[in-house]
């Protein structure tokens, strides 16, 4: 029990943090906002998604992505193209010249559906390429560039490149792709309505419970030796591939598994704004999702959804009163974070969290239940069963 | 001699040339490495030695030749596949990871779960961590087996680097200057170490203390350019008037 539980939430402050963070989405923002706000935060949430691939693929990778858009775009794009071919129906489209097909292609004098919009006429298989797509396409990349031993600053350059590439791509390919408008106007999911409130507040709650599990499956990663080696290969490369390591796999591993959270991430930020465009693809976007993880802390996956909330509220907050200043103050935040704060906010909770921890006793009783005493002092070493290394010391 | 045939070698290196524009660092090389040997490579800065173990190990590629290890032809392997077969390299700067303490270094490099989803669903069991205390008393690490391994001592970091490759178990162990910013006792310890572990294994060691070199010696081999200038015995070599001319003279 206890070494799956460590498994899962990490130490008593990682398992404290991941409480806290729970009651925060799960309970007090749901309280405490109305529904306006908590679907604002739920937009602000799918955003987390990028920002906790990136801290997995680029604090403990070492491997800076400037691309991650990409896959939250594919993500983003795969549900709102199954949506735009539900709201198409030749009924709600009887005034188009071609009925049945998305108002975009019927506008740009296209008259049969392409073909890769076929499939999306099944939630099923959309639900498979929103998973599939981008991790396939994730590994076509990876492969491409570990394998031949791209890494650092080439990395960042070829990812930012692909997400110019694609933005332009689908800005350019308007009767294929919505343009720079992007694929809008969505209304039901299989006759449900999704525009109404109920479905909103649905949505945001598979949303948290998506981003938690996200969380909890990192964390799996990153305390088995798959992430230990993460760490190894970003100090000594070398040395982890000397020791028979094949360093690319675990490259491209850690990159695929980034995409696919970020594209489930955009996804969710489809069915809960109601639409995709090419402004969540390219490279603004994907620099603020690495300035999230920045901010909360790149070496954190919980301190990455804080960061990702502070900024969208900060953003929200300023761009209504200073629009023009917000870019200057997102970019001062993110120099000052990498100067002063390299560990950001989770650098600063490691530092002084404990002040607020100790008050929260229902959660350390909770935790001296969960964990005896005796396998605590073990798991902090490593996680080696209790019974086996008293075997070995006696 | 026979090119083609097999051997009793532990590492039989034929004819191994690599040129960087023409600049052969490697020419013309034959080598051979017995079982249970501890062999010392000397010779002069830019002699080529640390280019023949980055041969053997994959990092360069030869321009022509053959190494072939227990008879497997180690050339067109790629560097993890060199390793897996039973070669262990320890680099000239002490190579650790640094951020991970010194049981996570001795469990990162234990043989186990090496591809990706082998290494998700790894277990550190107790044959793991008895291999570990094991490895870590051979190295005199075992009172710091949870200290970071960046805090460790110069010295200290050198012995890790040499357990972890222990750990793997190699056949074929090579030592790129292993007692180097050593104080005299880490050296004589050091010394110690490496007559224990290459008990089992062949060891190939690079170094420059001739001190050092005499202690743990079976055999000596001086490469200059490139090239082999004289092999056997410490004594003999030191006495081989070629050797002092371009080396010991100095």
Avoid at chain 1, 242 to 248: E, I, K, N, Q
Avoid at chain 1, 286 to 299: L, P, T
Avoid at chain 1, 341 to 355: I, K, Q, S, T
Avoid at chain 2, 223 to 237: N, P, S, Y
Wanted: proline fraction near 3%; include cysteine; charge should be negative.
């Amino acid at each position: 029990m206890s070494f799956v539980y460590e498994k899962l939430f990490g130490d008593k402050k990682g398992m404290i943090g991941f409480c806290l963070l729970a009651i925060l989405i799960l309970v007090v923002f749901p309280l405490m906002l109305d529904s306006f706000r908590l679907n604002l935060v739920g937009k602000y949430l799918t955003y987390a998604f990028a920002a906790v691939s990136l801290v997995l693929l680029w604090g403990y990778g070492g491997t800076l992505s400037l691309g991650q858009g990409i896959f939250f775009g594919i993500g983003g794009y795969a549900m709102a193209m199954f949506l735009k071919l539900e709201a198409s129906s030749p009924e709600n489209t009887a005034i188009q010249s071609t009925p049945g097909i998305p108002d975009f292609m019927d506008w740009n004098q296209i008259t049969e559906l392409p073909f890769f919009w076929m499939p999306f006429h099944s939630f099923t298989f959309t639900l498979i390429a929103i998973l599939v797509v981008p991790t396939f396409f994730a590994y076509i990349i990876g492969a491409a560039m570990f394998k031949r031993r791209v890494g650092g600053v080439y990395f960042a350059i070829i990812t930012q490149v692909i997400s110019v590439i694609l933005t332009v791509l689908i800005v350019g390919q308007q009767g294929l792709t919505g343009g720079i408008n992007g694929i809008t106007d969505l209304r039901t999911l299989n006759g449900w309505d999704i525009t109404s409130d109920s479905a909103k507040n649905l949505f945001y709650f598979i949303n948290c419970f998506l981003l938690l599990a996200v969380i909890i499956a990192s964390r799996f990663v990153l305390t088995s030796k798959f992430g230990r080696l993460l760490l190894a290969m970003r100090d000594k490369e070398d040395r982890v591939r000397f020791s028979g390591y094949d360093v690319a796999n675990f490259k491209i591993f850690v990159f695929c598994f980034a995409a696919l959270i970020s594209a489930v991430g955009g996804a969710m930020f489809t069915l809960q704004v109601g639409f995709m465009s090419p402004s969540f693809v390219g490279i603004v976007p994907s620099i603020e999702m690495v300035i999230f993880a920045a901010v909360g802390g790149r070496m954190s996956l919980i301190g990455a959804v804080y960061g990702t909330l502070l900024i969208n509220f900060g953003k929200t907050a300023f761009s209504e009163s200073f629009p023009e200043l917000w870019l200057f103050l997102m970019g001062g935040l993110f120099i000052a974070v990498v100067m002063f704060f390299p560990n950001g906010l989770a650098g600063l909770w490691e530092d002084y969290g404990h002040h607020i921890t100790k008050h929260f006793r229902f959660l350390n009783r909770f935790y001296d239940k969960l964990v005896p005493a005796s396998s605590k002092e073990v798991n902090a070493s490593n996680s080696v069963d209790s019974a086996e290394l008293e075997g070995s010391k006696s | 001699m026979n090119m083609s045939t097999n051997t009793d070698f532990t590492l039989a290196i034929e004819d191994l040339t690599v040129s960087f524009d023409g600049f052969k660092a490697v020419d013309s090389l034959n080598f051979y490495l017995d079982r249970n040997e501890l062999h010392v490579v000397i010779g002069p800065n830019g002699a080529g030695k640390t280019t023949v173990l980055d041969l053997i190990c994959g990092k360069t590629k030869s321009t022509s030749g053959s190494i072939k290890f227990l008879n497997k032809e180690l050339t067109n392997l790629s560097e993890h596949e060199i390793v897996r077969a039973g070669v262990g390299r320890k680099f000239q700067t002490p190579s650790i990871y640094e951020n991970l303490s010194v049981m996570e270094n001795l469990e990162v490099s234990y043989p186990r779960g090496r591809g990706v989803f082998g290494s998700l669903l790894f277990k550190h069991d107790a044959e793991v961590h008895s291999k570990i205390i094991e490895v870590a008393q051979q190295i005199m690490l075992e009172s710091f087996l949870d200290t970071e391994a960046g805090l460790l001592s110069h010295g200290q970091k050198q012995w890790l680097e040499i357990g972890m490759l222990l750990i793997q178990d190699p056949q074929l162990l090579m030592l790129d200057e292993p007692v180097a910013g050593m104080s005299v006792k880490e050296r004589e310890q050091t010394a110690e170490l490496l007559n224990k572990i290459s008990k089992g294994r062949s060891v190939l060691v690079i170094e420059h203390d001739m001190e050092f070199v005499a202690r743990i010696a079976h055999k000596v081999t001086v490469l200059h350019q490139g090239k082999i200038l004289a092999a056997g015995e410490m004594e003999e070599v030191q006495k081989d008037p070629k050797v002092i001319e371009v080396y010991l003279g100095h």
